[in-house]
């Protein structure tokens, strides 16, 4: 049974940061793909980040690049978002989700959302002005 438990959300004022976990189990970590997504009220989830495991390559979306790092913990199957220098739209609840098989066809658009075969219950980040 896949499992994605995610951690770490909260509030915080502009600016400041936090660190969001996403714990794998379940599925052969090591080929897979896994990526962080958020959503607000009454739109679609957009792509934040995204790592292939196998390598350790990853991509960013636009509004978080140099903003926001994925990482990996092999040893522990999980997956890290460091998000610093916050911004209130920023705020929305985010996503852990994963693709067992991540060739490269999926590699090369990982931040799309239609690829993820799994995803986590959510964890809600509130950023204050």
């Known amino acids: 049974q896949v499992q994605l438990v995610e951690s770490g959300g909260g509030s915080v004022q502009a600016g400041g940061s936090l660190r969001l976990s996403c714990v794998a189990s379940g599925y052969t970590y090591s080929s897979s793909c896994m990526g962080w997504f958020r959503q607000v009220p009454g739109k679609g989830r957009e792509g934040v980040a995204a790592?292939?495991?196998?390598?350790?390559?990853?991509i960013y979306g636009d509004s978080v690049k140099g903003r926001f790092t994925i990482s990996q913990d092999n040893a522990e199957t999980t997956v890290y978002l460091q998000m610093n220098s916050l911004k209130p739209e920023d705020t929305a609840m985010y996503y852990c989700a994963a693709v067992p098989s991540c060739p490269l066809v999926v590699r090369l658009s990982r931040l799309s959302v239609g690829w993820y075969d799994y995803w986590g219950q959510g964890t809600q980040v509130s950023v204050s002005s």
């Open positions: 790592i292939y495991i196998g390598d350790g390559s990853t």
